[in-house]
Every structure is written in structure tokens, then in C-alpha cells.
Nanobody, 128 residues
Framework: QVQLVESGGGLVQAGGSLRLSCTAS????????MGWYRQAPGKQRELVAAVTSGGSTKYVESVKGRFTISRISRDNAKSTVYLQMNSLKREDADVYYC???????????????????WGQGTQVTVSS
């Protein structure tokens, strides 16, 4: 069982920046896909950004040019994924969840189906 530990959420003014971090516990089977999703109460979960072990990235249209996802993998045993969020808008406020999967694919469903492990979530609040 892989554990995902998230950090970096908080309160920021609109136009500001935050960086989210998520570290996966060590695993014998490599983690190939990692991503960040967000979900507001009563709304459907949404893929924000994702990255594969090969470096392919995917972003939801609304964050392109503002958010950057990156990943550090140490011998495939322990991976950390970052989400640098710049020029934050009020509509970016949500609970952000880190997710990971062993499966090797460039495809990420927007609703997160297929991701095997989830973090506990970190709140991002954007004030005007």
C-alpha cells in the first residue's frame, strides 16, 4: 500500500502563488503516474495536472500557463510531485488531492478513475 503525504496548501491572495508537494512512500513497484485533482463540496472531482514517469504532462485548460507540475523520482522507489501554482484566482480555491498509480499510461481521466492511491487532501483558499 502506497501512502501519499501532501503539504503546501493554505491561504493566498488572488494573484499570489503556492506550491503543493506530495511524496509517495517507497514501493517496489514503480509509481508511473502522479497527478493533482481538486474537488469542491457538491462538485465533481477535476484533474488539474498530471505527470508520467516519462515526463509527459497534462493540464486542465483553465490552469495552463499558470500551474506547473513536476516530479522527482529516486530510483523509482520514492517519488515526489510538485504543483507550482502562480497567478491564483478565486476559482482555483478547492481541496487539492494528490493521486498516484502504478499503471504505465499517458491517459488520465478527468474524474480520477484509474488512479490507485489518494492523499488526504490539502485546502487551497484564495482571497480577493
Amino acid at each position: 500500500q502506497v501512502q501519499l503525504v501532501e503539504s503546501g496548501g493554505g491561504l493566498v491572495q488572488a494573484g499570489g502563488s503556492l506550491r503543493l508537494s506530495c511524496t509517495a512512500s517507497e514501493t517496489i513497484i514503480p509509481i508511473n503516474r502522479m497527478g493533482w485533482y481538486r474537488q469542491a463540496p457538491g462538485k465533481q472531482r477535476e484533474l488539474v495536472a498530471a505527470v508520467t514517469s516519462g515526463g509527459s504532462t497534462k493540464y486542465v485548460e483553465s490552469v495552463k500557463g499558470r500551474f506547473t507540475i513536476s516530479r522527482i523520482s529516486r530510483d523509482n522507489a520514492k517519488s515526489t510531485v510538485y504543483l507550482q501554482m502562480n497567478s491564483l484566482k478565486r476559482e482555483d480555491a478547492d481541496v487539492y488531492y494528490c493521486a498516484a498509480a502504478h499503471s504505465d499510461s499517458d491517459f488520465f481521466r478527468s474524474d480520477g478513475y484509474g488512479m490507485e492511491y489518494w492523499g488526504q487532501g490539502t485546502q487551497v483558499t484564495v482571497s480577493s
